[in-house]
């Protein structure tokens, strides 16, 4: 049996799957149907949809609504206030449940607090999205996506920081000295 803490004042339905050591806070709802792994931290007032799936160690930032169709891998951080949509031209009097388009949140992505994510898309793993961007589009793994609609600024380290590639398509990310290459236009980490 799983052993997660949940504030008095959350609901959590019937059929939710809630790992080891999840801490889920004030007025969040859990829906039947979703799946939350391991040491994961779902901040107040948030939705998570019924077949939403969350990996391991995601942390969910207060005011986020993630909506049926989103699968979070582990490792991944959900800003405050962020958003997800599922349908591509919602109509209030036209019923599209059967067309949810899939959102992919690959490991260790980044978004960013006000961020909006539009369906259908993968956001590639350890890419960040700055506050307030709009994805309209797939994200390269390592992307730094910032504006409305977002637009690829440069390229971060798996510890978050802006990476310099040097002529020979090189960098060096500050903090953790793990090296990184750029070539053909994409990023991939060398060491470990």
């Known amino acids: 049996m799983a052993t997660y803490q949940a504030h008095e004042t959350a609901i ?23 799946r939350v792994g391991r040491a994961c931290r779902i901040g107040q007032n948030v939705v998570v949809s019924p077949g939403v799936v969350l990996g391991n160690n995601v942390k969910v930032q207060n ?14 951080f ?20 059967h067309l949810y388009r899939e959102t992919l949140v690959r490991q260790g992505a980044t978004i960013g607090a006000n961020a909006t994510v ?15 961007a709009v994805i309209t589009r797939h994200v390269p793994p390592y992307a730094l996506m910032t504006g409305n609609p977002a637009r690829q600024t440069g390229w971060v380290s798996e510890f978050g920081l802006r990476l310099h ?12 000295r793990s090296r990184y290459l750029l070539e053909a236009g994409e990023v991939r980490k060398l060491d470990g």
Do not use: K
């Not at 956001?123 to 700055?130: D, K, Q, S, T």
């Not at 590639?165 to 953790?176: D, K, Q, R």
């Open 12 to 34: 959590i339905d019937p059929g939710c799957t809630i790992g080891d050591d999840t801490q889920i806070w004030h007025f969040s709802h859990l829906m039947a149907g979703c």
């Open 63 to 76: 005011n986020v609504s993630i909506y049926s169709g989103v699968t979070c891998e582990d490792d991944v």
């Open 78 to 97: 959900l800003g405050p206030s962020c958003v997800f949509t599922n349908i591509t031209n919602p109509r209030s009097a036209v019923p599209r449940n």
């Open 118 to 132: 539009l369906c259908g898309n993968v956001i590639g793993r350890y890419a960040l999205i700055g506050a307030g």
């Open 165 to 176: 590639f040097n002529e020979a398509g090189m960098a060096i990310c500050p903090e953790s």
